[in-house]
């Protein structure tokens, strides 16, 4: 059967602007005083956010990636001196294992699994737990094959964390997927008191790709990933899952 790709000639713009009003997203500022609050950081490695750290990483300044990379860093900084524990996900693969449809990323040994130099600091920081992931997932990738135990539901449960604020990289990839699982495995009764996902906006990122760029180094038309609409789509879909959106936390100073 023949394949078709519906690729209407429209900007990364306009498609933003398009989606947004079809698909709303409800960013709120929220406060944090009186909750029992924990932080997961998603992935802020060198093969994803340094520039030139990897196959996946930004060939040049992104200026989505280095907001994030300040935001993580100044808001861990302001949860570690409220005493709020913080639980960072490096993704890690095993050498020659391929992870579609993604080319070869953050193989152990390599470098690229290791945070980006801007938070290197949180490696033996006090309350900081790092949790190495082999995969998209990262609940499915902190899971024990053989035990069955979950490192981050356990973390969660010895924490007593009730509110979850969430950022990192990629929006529409790594983030969402740990959100979404979140939520399902909160559902589920699997979280112990972990009742709700807050996505800070301003600490997440995605990856740049546009059709244009995809073609010329030649990609399908489907590896088109423009930024701005990823991002969005992204935060939309945690949104929909029972996600709430933030662009603030507060207060600013604990």
Known sequence: MAETIISPAVTPDAALEAIAAALPVRRTSYSLAGKRVGKLDVDPVNGFAAIGGGNLAPPVANVQVTRMITEIDRTNRLFLSAGYPIAVFLDTHEPGKPEYPYP?????????ENLVKELSWLDGAPGVTL??????????????????????FDWIADNGIETLVVDGICTDICVLQAVQALLSARNHGMTGPLRE???????????????????????????????????HIGLYLMQASGAVIVDELLPQVP
């Open 197 to 231: 996902i807050v996505v800070h906006e301003p600490g997440c990122a995605t990856y740049d790709l546009p059709l244009a760029t995809a073609r010329s180094i030649g990609l399908p038309d489907t590896a088109a990933h423009p930024q701005m609409v990823a991002h």
């Open 131 to 152: 949790m190495r992931k082999d995969c998209i997932n990262g609940v499915v990738g902190t899971t024990d094959l053989a035990t069955g135990r979950n490192r981050l």
């Open 104 to 112: 070869p990323h953050c193989e152990a040994g390599t470098g690229e």
